[in-house]
Structure formats: C-alpha cells, structure tokens
C-alpha cells in the first residue's frame, strides 16, 4: 500500500505495505482492518502476522500525517477488554 496524506483503511480489507510496521521487534508488512477507532480518522485496530512467524496480532496502527508513515502500538487483554501499551 502506498502511503498517501489522506490515509483510508477500511473496516474487513486487507493492506501490504510497501515499508514494513515495526511492531517491538516484529515486522508487519501485511494487515487487515479491523477498525478505525471513532476519535480519529488516522488510528486503525488491525491484525496481522509478522514476517517469519504463524501467529497473529492484534495491534493498534496509527498514521503521522506530518511524517506520513504508519506506527504501531501494542495492546493488551486484561479481561475487562483491550488497553493500549505505551
């Protein structure tokens, strides 16, 4: 996926990147939408599974609109729903 100012993920596609998501130390070049969070056009709940791995994760994806490129953040499950690691 080419990184544009307006970025559009849409709930349900899947997406490759033509840069890799650094994700700690995981590489995510291909993901799927799960959902856009209502507060911002620019942050995304997606999965996807990390090169050279088989299993999937749940992370939130945001998109710098001054830098123009993607970053990812972990979340959590603790049982009462997912919170966001910084």
Do not use: W
């Not at 799927?32 to 969070?37: A, G, P």
């Not at 299993?55 to 953040?73: H, P, R």
């Amino acid at each position: 996926m080419t990184t544009t100012k307006e970025p559009l993920l849409h709930d349900g596609e899947s997406y490759t990147f033509e840069t890799p998501v650094l994700l700690g130390e995981k590489l995510f070049t291909q993901v799927r939408c799960i959902s856009r969070l209502r507060r911002s056009a620019n942050e995304f709940i997606v999965m996807g599974t990390p090169e050279g791995s088989d299993a999937a994760a749940k992370f939130l994806l945001t998109y710098d609109t001054e830098k123009m490129e993607y970053s990812a953040i972990d979340l959590v499950h603790d049982g009462a729903g997912l919170r966001i690691v910084a």
